[in-house]
């Protein structure tokens, strides 16, 4: 993988890009949100059938789920998740201690409420990948501190 | 070399399927689409002493008179097909894998073009290419 700082300016950029392109009308309806998100999952879909083209088989979610918290995290951020939770029906919560795409932003509550746009294009790549594997889910996060962010997955079941 | 080569999506509708051109086409999409119920078979939690949980290769699907079908299935659940001639002996089961192994790798590179839309049928010149390469030359 190239070097981080390439990912990370492009990916501010981006944030930056699609909201100065929004109308006025569409900034506050959270459009924005969803065509990042809708970048990353184009984009995980891809990434996905590149990293698993030399893995065995997958067994079950759970071996997925693991794999994205440590080959795929590893790959895309340099690190692994840090918690994985589940309540065995379907919920899964990452959790990422020091999220790489946030490090350079102030780590006081300054700019808490803007940061559900710089997670918006991760939680596509999840959502993505995870299609990609035959998991249809919703990826919502949460940032309670400007470090720490926790990814909810959920799995819907057919 | 292979008589005909079919990569098909896991709703299972083929997204590509080139066979040599002098033979009759529809046979050969008849093989292919009843090569399916064995994949799904093989890939099943039942049939487990049939083939290695873990590996992506299924090996021979099954023979008939004329002709050999191998297949192979990707993590996304991608399957490839291919047909190839009963009377090639020559054929070993490495080269059969490095086969689906080119395979793999292009389809990986349409997977990753942004023109292109999963679930489309694939018109990459690349890919129909590397296939074409692996097919009988027939003139």
Redesign the interface.
Known sequence: MADEALFLLLHNEMVSGVYKSAEQGEVENGRCITKLENMGF?VG??L???F??D?????DELDIMKFICKDFWTTVFKKQIDNLRTNHQGIYVLQDNKFRLLTQMSAGKQYLEHASKYLAFTCGLIRGGLS???IKSIVTAEVSSMLCVKFQVMIQKL | MAVCVAVIA?ENYPLYIRSVPTENELKFHYMVHTSLDVVDEK?SALGKALVD????YLGLLYPTEDHKVYGY?????VKFVMVVDASNTALRDNEIRSMFRKL??S??DV??N?FYN?GDRIQSRAFDSMVTSMMIQVC
Do not use: D
């Open positions: 184009r879909q891809g996905i059938e590149r698993t083209k893995t065995a088989r997958f067994k990609n594997l035959g | 896991k890939i949980q873990r590996e992506l299935v990707t993590n996304s659940k793999h790798n389809y990986t997977m990753c942004p999963p």
